[in-house]
T-cell receptor, first 114, second 116 residues
């Protein structure tokens, strides 16, 4: 158990809909990362937050957005969903995203878009 | 941006033998190289990592080597056991102290199968 929690475990929805995935980092970690894992694209970095502020952006679509709240939990919002958005979404956390940092991954949310 | 290539995609070894997985990266500024193990239905779990000021690191049966000149790094697992069966991912990142840390760029993964 990494100490990172994600909810829900599974999510099934329809095309065009909007969903919110939630992540709670390990106690004491200030930085949160979101990743998408699919069969064709592999594990891809989406976005990073540090202490409430966006720090780095990867291959995140404009239809996707995220935020980190004052209690440090984070939410990833996916809108206008398409079939191709079906994937595993992982959250990871680290102490401060600096040079000595290690990212610990949560168990993931499996999103199925029908 | 960074590109990480990982080989082989599947590796089958006899229990007790050694397994080696190799990765190459493209960005010479990358300075942090973790390895993750992912079991079915679970998130990636860090097993070992190495930073660019170190050439080799060992933790019991697991070792990682880094060649910065050639831009490649490898995972070595000795005395393999059935519980080592999983998908292994290498990754690379630029971590800048006090600045923005990049996300991890992952290889495509190696499915390691330990034959009893």
């Amino acid at each position: 158990d990494s100490g990172v929690t994600q909810t829900p475990k599974h999510l099934i929805t329809a095309t065009g809909q909007r969903v919110t995935l939630r992540c709670s980092p390990r106690s004491g970690d200030l930085s949160v990362y979101w990743y998408q894992q699919s069969l064709d694209q592999g594990l891809q970095f989406l976005i990073q937050y540090y202490n409430g502020e966006e720090r780095a952006k990867g291959n995140i679509l404009e239809r996707f957005s995220a935020q980190q709240f004052p209690d440090l939990h984070s939410e990833l919002n996916l809108s206008s969903l398409e079939l191709g958005d079906s994937a595993l979404y992982f959250c990871a956390s680290s102490v401060d995203g600096g040079v000595a940092d290690t990212q610990y991954f949560g168990p993931g949310t499996r999103l199925t878009v029908l | 941006g960074e590109n990480v290539e990982q080989h082989p995609s599947t590796l089958s070894v006899q229990e007790g033998d050694s397994a080696v997985i190799k990765c190459t990266y493209s960005d010479s500024a990358s300075n942090y190289f973790p390895w993750y193990k992912q079991e079915l239905g679970k998130g990636p779990q860090l097993i070992i990592d190495i930073r660019s000021n170190v050439g080799e690191k060992k933790d019991q049966r697991i070792a990682v080597t880094l060649n910065k000149t050639a831009k490649h790094f490898s995972l070595h697992i000795t005395e393999t056991q059935p519980e080592d069966s999983a998908v292994y991912f290498c990754a690379a990142s630029i971590n800048v102290w006090g600045g923005g840390a990049d996300g991890l760029t992952f290889g495509k993964g190696t499915h390691l199968i330990i034959q009893p």
